[in-house]
């Protein structure tokens, strides 16, 4: 009796350390797999994760915009980790595609700006760990142009025809049309929205074509083929560094602004893999990098902090008060989503 129940013990035991053998093999090997922008793949951004995981492989597979990140995770697409913006995380929460963030996983947590991590919040819920800010505005090349734009309505200045771009999105687009239509973009009537589809057409013979490549978009603005360009701060950052004459000016109207961050999937295989990966993100020197590299706002009040005084005033981020003149992307609900989008598909298909 006394032999069975110690082979019934062992079994027991046995059974116990390959379960903890197995968490332990799932936490180590992963791979983790992250849906990211590109660009943001830089080993600088995730060091502390890789020196803590020397043997787990982050494999990256990336996105050009919202709209396919999040169609990508809605349909069921495999991923530990994916980078929205705020503006998005109501509809991920809406379709059940996210879990909750736990920030006690996260050591990095408290150095975090308590505004930005309410911004990650749905109903109360954290969902999205903070990581950037930053705007969106209006690069101009002062070699090229008579006079410089000081409002989202130069867009349309003839004096600009064929050398505009602007991003390819809905959401991007919507926003500005609507601020210079004088009207809140985000309670837009049926009829105002036709009124923004017409603007939008108004505005093709100015463009050279809309952008989706940063890279692209950097190597048409230090070519001279772009003069004016609806754009992202390091795009900005990148071409002045370059020694291309650039500025990058704040309309009148205020700046478009957008906060993105981290969240964990619904789905995700290596949500403790995922954690760790975040936790080293959001990391100070990580995020300095992140300001250096691109010139975006961090989350982490030490970094924000640290910023290098010539940057800070070259991209401004020494500024507060220009925030409160800057349009911050909102929620969308899925209707207003379905109509801005496809609205935009028809700007984009008119000859």
């Known amino acids: 009796m006394k032999l069975r129940l110690f082979i019934c013990w062992l079994a027991g035991l046995g059974a116990i350390l390959l379960a903890l053998a197995g968490c ?70 809406d379709n059940d595609l996210v879990q909750p963030i736990d920030p006690a996983k996260l050591s990095n947590w408290p150095l975090l700006l308590d505004n930005l991590a309410e911004a990650g919040q749905v109903n109360g819920q954290q969902y999205l760990v903070p990581w950037e800010w930053g705007y969106d505005s209006i690069i ?30 809905a959401e991007n687009s919507v926003i500005i049309a609507a601020t210079v239509l004088g009207y809140d973009p985000y309670t837009l009537t049926e009829s105002q929205l036709a009124e923004i589809k017409q603007k939008l057409i108004e505005l093709k013979p100015n463009l050279l074509g809309y952008w989706s490549d940063y890279t692209e978009l950097n190597q048409q603005i230090a070519s001279g083929e772009i003069w004016v360009a609806v754009a992202w701060p390091d795009a900005y950052l990148a071409v002045k560094t ?27 295989q290596n949500p403790e893999l995922a954690y760790d990966y975040i936790d080293a993100m959001i990391e100070t020197q990580a995020m300095l990098a992140l300001i250096n590299e691109f010139g975006y706002a961090a989350a982490n009040k030490e970094a924000m902090a640290s910023i290098d005084p010539e940057l800070a005033d ?15 992307y909102k929620p969308l609900t899925a209707e207003q989503r379905k109509n801005w989008t496809a609205m935009w598909d028809e700007v984009k298909a008119t000859e």
Do not use: C
Not at 42 to 51: D, G, I, L, R
Not at 251 to 260: F, H, I, M, S, T
């Open 242 to 268: 370059e020694g291309v004459p650039v500025e990058y000016v704040t309309p009148q109207e205020g700046r478009l602004g957008w906060v993105y961050g981290l969240v964990i999937p619904k789905n995700a």
């Open 140 to 169: 101009v090349r002062p070699d090229k142009v008579q006079e410089m734009p000081d409002s989202w309505a130069d867009l349309w200045d003839p004096q600009y025809a064929g050398h505009v771009t602007i991003f390819d999105s």
């Open 314 to 328: 070259l991209m401004l981020l020494n500024q507060p008060e220009l925030l409160d003149r800057t349009i911050f």
């Open 24 to 93: 332990g093999a799932n936490r180590e090997n992963g791979p983790l797999l992250v849906l990211e922008w590109a660009g943001y793949e830089q080993p600088q951004f995730w060091e502390k994760f890789a020196q803590e995981h020397p043997n787990v492989e982050v494999e990256y597979t990336f996105f050009a915009d919202d709209p396919e990140a999040f169609a990508k995770i809605q349909s069921g697409f495999q991923a530990d980790m994916v980078h929205p913006n705020t503006s998005w995380l109501q509809l991920y929460v």
